[in-house]
T-cell receptor
Framework: GENVEQHPSTLSVQEGDSAVIKCTYS??????FPWYKQELGKRPQLIIDIRSNVGEKKDQRIAVTLNKTAKHFSLHITETQPEDSAVYFCAASNSGGSNYKLTFGKGTLLTVNP | EAQVTQNPRYLITVTGKKLTVTCSQNMNHEYMSWYRQDPGLGLRQIYYSMNVEVTDKGDVPEGYKVSRKEKRNFPLILESPSPNQTSLYFC????????????FGPGTRLTVL
């Protein structure tokens, strides 16, 4: 089955700096890669996603890049703010295959210091 | 308001006492799923359902059962809970698994003594 590795497990940055979280996946058939943000004590919420026919997607200060050849994708947050502090999860799934599971990475705890 | 609800939100129980955690969504989603979240292990899928009467195992199904008799409900059943099932549980739903946003419930914190 699919295996998603996520790095780093913790990341601390100064307010205004950029943060990058990287994930690798094992199943070359995976074609959907969402990122979820989980604030302390709350439920995970989707912040951005990318499909395999796209190499990069941006939404204001957040961007995701995908390298299908290398089987890795990354989350980029620019101009970080204290409210960006949370746990971020990457995930992968194969929308067109027989495996309907969504496999998550183990998460990255991002701390933005004022 | 579109939402996923879970009950109970907190539960402390003892080993071997059967329990059910309910999950309900009002968005007419076809796909529903249960995850458990443990420190350092992220979100691991327990079971999922692609539609009524269609369920399948996720990555950590041992010790759990599910049913999907109605589209809106997807209860998680622990027939004989054990301490290693102490965890934070999330139910989620979406239009489909492949390319759609998963909407998570508020979570159920379960402690098995």
């Amino acid at each position: 089955g699919e295996n998603v590795e996520q790095h780093p497990s913790t990341l601390s940055v100064q307010e205004g700096d950029s943060a990058v979280i990287k994930c690798t996946y094992s199943d070359s058939a995976s074609n959907y890669f969402p990122w979820y943000k989980q604030e302390l004590g709350k439920r995970p919420q989707l912040i951005i996603d990318i499909r395999s026919n796209v190499g990069e997607k941006k939404d204001q200060r957040i961007a995701v890049t995908l390298n299908k050849t290398a089987k890795h994708f990354s989350l980029h947050i620019t101009e970080t703010q204290p409210e960006d502090s949370a746990v971020y999860f990457c995930a992968a799934s194969n929308s067109g295959g027989s495996n309907y599971k969504l496999t998550f990475g183990k998460g990255t705890l991002l701390t933005v210091n004022p | 308001e579109a939402q996923v609800t879970q009950n109970p939100r907190y539960l402390i129980t003892v080993t071997g006492k059967k329990l059910t955690v309910t999950c309900s969504q009002n968005m007419n989603h076809e796909y529903m799923s249960w995850y458990r979240q443990d420190p350092g292990l992220g979100l691991r899928q327990i079971y999922y359902s692609m539609n009524v009467e269609v369920t399948d195992k996720g990555d950590v199904p041992e010790g759990y059962k599910v049913s999907r008799k109605e589209k809106r409900n997807f209860p998680l059943i622990l027939e004989s809970p054990s301490p290693n099932q102490t965890s934070l549980y999330f139910c989620a739903s979406s239009w489909s698994v492949g390319t759609d946003t998963q909407y998570f419930g508020p979570g159920t914190r379960l402690t098995v003594l």
